[in-house]
Each structure stands twice: as C-alpha cells, then as structure tokens.
C-alpha cells in the first residue's frame, strides 16, 4: 500500500468513526427527546451538545430573549424575521392576533426547526423555552415561575464570518422594515401646543388616486428618490426634507393625495393648524415634538394665518416686541431649515392651498418648496381610475360620452366619485354622472381654466433645481417643468 492509499484509508476510517459518533450522538438525542422529561432532557440535552460539539462541523449560535433585565434586540429582530419565512412544510406552529392587527400572525412554536437560506449558507433556527424559578421556595409562597426563551441558529463553521458580518445585520435591517410596514400610522393634530394623535385610517392609495399618469409617476419616483438619500442630504449639511405644495381647487384630491403619501412612505401624518398656534415659540415646540419619517401638513395655508401681513408689520415697526414672537411666514420656514437640519430625518412638509395667486411670493421661491403640484379637475384619465375604483370595470358603452364630456366642463373627481358611488349599478351611476356633466355645460361651466389636461397650461410640477448644489440667480432659469397630461 503506496502512502496515499494508506492517507485515503485513515482519512476513511476516521469519516466512518466521525460518522458513527454523530450517529450514536443523533440516536441518543432521539432517546433523550423521545423518552427523559423535561426538565431531564435540557440538561442531559446541553451535556450532549458539549461531549459531541467538539466533532461537529457546526457552529451555534444562542439568541437569548433577555440578557440580563435589558431585552435583547437581535432576539426581537429574529422573531420578526422568522415570521416571515415560515414555510408550508413545518408541521407545528403558533398562531397569534393582537388588537392593533388585522391578520392572524403565524410565528416558530417551541423546538421546531425552521431552515432559512443566506448567500448559499444554510441556517437552522430552533426557538427553545424553559421555565425558571424565581425567589426560590421558602415556603413556597412567594415563588414565581418565568419563562426563558432562546433561539439556537446553526450553520456551517465555514460560514461563521458570513454569519455574523452579513446575515445578522441582514436580520436587523428586515425587522426594521418588517416593523415599519406593519406600524399603525398616526395622524396627529394640534391643540394649541400639543399634538394628540390619532390612528390614521386614510384608504388613500396612489392606485386608487385619480390623477394624470405621468404626474402621478413623477411624484412617485420623487418621493422613492427622497427617501434612499440619507447619505446625499449628509453629504451636502442640508436638512433630509422635501417640500409639496399642492393647489387646486376644492376637492381635486390635494388631501387624498396627502393620505396615499403617507400611506406609501408609512409615515405619520403632522396636521399643523397655525390657527392654534400663536407664538413661534410654540411652533417650534411642535415642530422640535415631531417624529423622524413624518410628514408635516399646513392645509390652506392662504388663508390659515395672515403671515405676510405680519413680515410686513414687523418690518414697518422695527424691533416691536409685541410682534417679535409672533408666527410669521419667514420664522416657519426658518424654523423648518434649522431645526431639521440639526434634529430629525426623512421630513417631508406639504402645504396646501386652493389659490395659488394669493400664496406670498417668498413661498413660491425656488428653493422653499420643492414640488408644486397643480391638482386639476377631472380628465378622462382620472375618471377612468374612479370608475375602476369604484364599479371595477374598465370599458363601457356610456365611456366615450362621458370622456367627452370631461373634455369641455370642469368637474372635480371628488364631484365624479359622489356620483359614481350613488348606485351599486354602474349604468344607473354613469348616466347620474353624464346628467351632472350636462347640467354643467348648460350652465355655462364649458370652459376650463384650470386644470391638468389643458395643452396651454403646461406647468404641472414645477420641480425646483437640485437641493445642495450652488444656489444662484441662474437657479430661477433652471426651474424644470415637467408638462403632465397632454394626452387629450
Ligand atoms: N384625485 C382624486 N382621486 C381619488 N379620489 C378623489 C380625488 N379627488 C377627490 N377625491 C374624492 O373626493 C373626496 C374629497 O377630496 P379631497 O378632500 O382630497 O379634496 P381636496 O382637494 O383636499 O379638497 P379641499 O380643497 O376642499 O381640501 C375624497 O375623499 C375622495 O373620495
Ligand atoms: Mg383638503
């Protein structure tokens, strides 16, 4: 025998014998599971994982609930993970509902094995739980039973870099966003200085709003672009914040619109009443109260507080000091640079206004509002959300009338989906709607002025040039406009 085959054999003999003890260590845990109690079982359990762990190719991780008093974050985060990679093959599992939820969440039960899959790594999750007794027994009275649980994650030895520099920072960034997509959102508002919230129950989606398909793609990819740029906004020292300003008139969807922002982004919703709000000091209070990833709402701000009149009163009264706390349109603004730039993140500020005309110049400045959005009355194109919306059909007869008629009268889609909503039959609600639309043309509504669908009046977003770079008087040259529908 060459010294090769002899190296081959004794590797073999050593694979047998490796293989004989992992096969009695596996028929002895099988015995210790099947047949010792509890109690028994963890015990003579850990003394086994120690006598043959040392010929095992694994490695083992434990996740404690708890170290110490303080909970352990990685075993929150991989609770919250594991949820979501239960598969159809594991044979016992838990089943749970809270108050806050709509759906039954289906979570690891105890001792059962889950298998998840990494960057080719295998991992084998185990949730385990113990009762532990507290204060001892003296007199059995004042004695109590707690549980301990932990999760053991087993894997390859050759992956425990893998492990620990990539997929347990991967379970920790999941949970995060698990945790962020399952949130009740918040509508809060104020009452003089404080805000009260709220659950925010708003159904408003972006698929479900009714509005032009490249306006509504703009503000999409705007909002997508805003919140991946945390390292952008660091870069450039400016406050991680976008502006909208929407106008149109009443019920063109500027307030829906809000809800589908929110409901998109999962952030709370802040909706400021300046009426309420006296002093700038007590709006920096609540502006400094605000939660990171929300968005800050001043509806109406032409006519909520008179704030131009009051820059041009302190301006006329010199160092008044009556006038010197009062909300003023230029403190707002500041206040809202300022203190965001050094405290909070992923800000986004909407005001809303029904007449743009009388909004003061220094808010329609480049730089202050980042989006203006132009929420016109209804085209064919947002009827045909509404009516899918609403009756789930995408053609019918009585469309092309309609559509027409869309074309010549100004009719908000708040006005559309009333009518729409007035029958559960679709040809009762169509011809309500087209009787509407006629009655309008009779009265004389046939021109429309404003509204997204007119060729002429091609503004529809004014997307204000890129936030951090010089700002000059070219600035005001370089305003992009972004033409809307013009498909009518
Ligand atoms: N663009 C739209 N898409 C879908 N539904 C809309 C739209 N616009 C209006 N609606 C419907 O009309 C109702 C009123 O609209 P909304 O409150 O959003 O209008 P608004 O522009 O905020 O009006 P206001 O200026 O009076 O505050 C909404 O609850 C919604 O049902
Ligand atoms: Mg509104």
């Known amino acids: 025998m060459d010294s090769q085959s002899k190296a081959i054999e004794s590797a073999k003999k050593y694979l047998t014998t490796a293989a004989s003890i992992a096969a009695s260590a596996m028929l002895a845990r099988t015995i210790v599971d099947e047949y010792l109690p509890y ?48 598969s159809s093959n594991m044979r016992r599992l838990r089943a749970s509902k809270n108050e806050e939820k709509n759906s039954i969440t ?56 893998v492990t620990l520099d990539s997929y347990l920072p991967h379970i920790l960034e999941k949970a995060k966003e698990i945790k962020a997509a399952d949130r ?19 159904p408003a989606t972006f698929e479900t709003l009714a509005m032009e398909a490249d306006l509504k793609k703009t503000i999409l990819e705007d909002l997508a672009r805003f919140v991946k740029r945390k390292e952008y906004y660091k870069k450039i020292g400016k406050a991680w914040k976008r502006g909208y300003l929407l106008f149109g ?26 009426k309420e709000v006296r002093m700038n000091s007590a709006l920096k209070r609540l502006l400094v109260g605000m939660t990171n990833k929300s968005l800050l709402v001043i509806e109406d701000i032409d006519c909520s507080v008179d704030l131009k009149n009051r820059d041009e009163d302190m301006e006329n009264e010199g160092n008044n000091k009556s006038h010197d706390d009062e909300i003023s349109l230029s403190g707002l603004l500041n206040f809202i640079d300022g203190l965001w730039s050094t405290s909070g ?22 730089g202050r509002m980042d989006m203006h959005v132009n929420m016109g009355y209804c ?33 908000t889609p708040a006005e559309v989906a009333e009518q729409l909503m007035r029958s ?45 770079l010089e700002s000059s008087a070219e600035d005001l040259e370089t305003e992009k406009l972004i033409v809307g529908a013009v498909n009518c």
């Open 39 to 86: 109690e028994l079982r963890t015990i003579v359990s850990s003394g086994f994982d120690k006598l043959f762990g040392r010929f095992s190719s694994e490695h083992t991780i434990v996740i404690q609930e708890t170290e110490g008093l303080t909970s352990n974050e990685l075993y929150d985060a991989s609770s919250t993970y594991l949820r979501t990679r239960i």
């Open 379 to 411: 085209g064919p194109n947002s009827f045909r959300i509404l009516v899918s919306t609403y009756h789930a059909i995408d053609e019918h007869p009585k469309f092309e009338e309609i559509e027409g008629l869309l074309k010549e009268v100004e009719a």
């Open 424 to 468: 559960d039959d679709v040809d009762v609600a169509l011809e309500g709607l087209i009787q509407l639309l006629h009655g309008k043309r009779d009265e004389g509504q046939g021109n429309k002025g404003n509204r997204e669908y007119d060729k002429d009046e091609k503004l529809v977003v004014v997307e204000n040039k890129e936030e951090g």
């Open 106 to 161: 289906l979570s690891l039960d105890d001792g059962e094995e889950l298998v998840d899959a990494f960057q080719g790594a295998e991992y084998k999750w185990r949730l385990i739980s113990q009762q532990e007794n507290q204060g001892g027994n003296r007199g059995g009275d004042f004695s109590s039973n707690s549980e301990v649980r932990w999760f053991e994650l087993t894997f390859h030895k050759k992956y425990k870099d």
């Open 345 to 366: 993140e992923e800000r986004i500020i909407v005001f809303t206004t029904n007449y743009k005309e009388k909004l003061d110049p220094a808010l329609l400045r480049p």
């Open 184 to 202: 009740r959102l918040k509508l809060y508002m104020n009452e003089y200085e404080c805000w009260s919230p709220i659950d925010l129950q708003h």
């Open 249 to 274: 008139p009443p019920g063109t969807g500027k307030s829906t619109l809000i809800a589908a922002m929110a409901n998109y982004l999962r952030f709370d919703i802040y909706d400021l009443d300046l």
